[in-house]
């Protein structure tokens, strides 16, 4: 199962826990799923960390590594312009356009809004972690 994880539920898994957490642990720890991402929403959560958590840069350093071995990396050609008032949520939907995904999980209101890109629902941590449980 492939999933693509939005910037504030990678930001919830690393710093408050919870279902987030849950979650980033089925990709990094169980293997259990596959995590997709891009470039642009790695910059955009160490961007966060470091100014609104006050990451050193060594500690951001180690996410990014974390990160990056492993989860799956796509490069999108196409941004879409899907909504208006947040580039960084399009680029989370940039990402499902390059591989066929299963879920978006987000918390996000903008893109949860949507409910369904390129085929691909957007859902809550929590509604994927009852998903998760039932298929067991």
């Given at each position: 199962?492939?999933?693509i994880l939005d910037t504030n539920i990678l930001i919830s898994a690393l710093?408050?826990?919870?279902?987030?957490?849950?979650?980033?642990?089925?990709?990094?720890?169980?293997?259990?799923?596959t995590g997709i991402?891009?470039?642009a929403v790695i910059d955009?959560?160490?961007?966060?960390?470091?100014?609104?958590?006050?990451?050193s840069h060594n500690q951001l350093?180690?996410?990014?590594?974390?990160?990056?071995?492993?989860f799956v990396m796509v490069y999108p050609q196409k941004i879409p312009n899907i909504?208006?008032?947040?580039?960084?949520?399009?680029?989370?939907l940039a990402i499902a356009n390059e591989l066929k995904i299963d879920y978006i999980?987000?918390?996000?209101?903008h893109l949860l809004k949507i409910k369904v890109y390129n085929?691909?629902?957007?859902?809550?941590?929590?509604y994927f972690l009852n998903i998760i449980k039932c298929s067991k």
């Open positions: 199962m492939k999933v710093i408050f826990g919870g279902k987030p957490r849950n979650i980033l642990e089925l990709i990094i720890v169980e293997k259990k799923i991402i891009s470039r955009e959560l160490l961007g966060v960390l470091e100014m609104k958590f006050k990451y350093i180690k996410v990014e590594k974390l990160i990056e071995e492993n909504i208006k008032n947040d580039n960084f949520d399009n680029q989370v999980i987000s918390g996000d209101n085929e691909v629902p957007i859902i809550t941590p929590h």
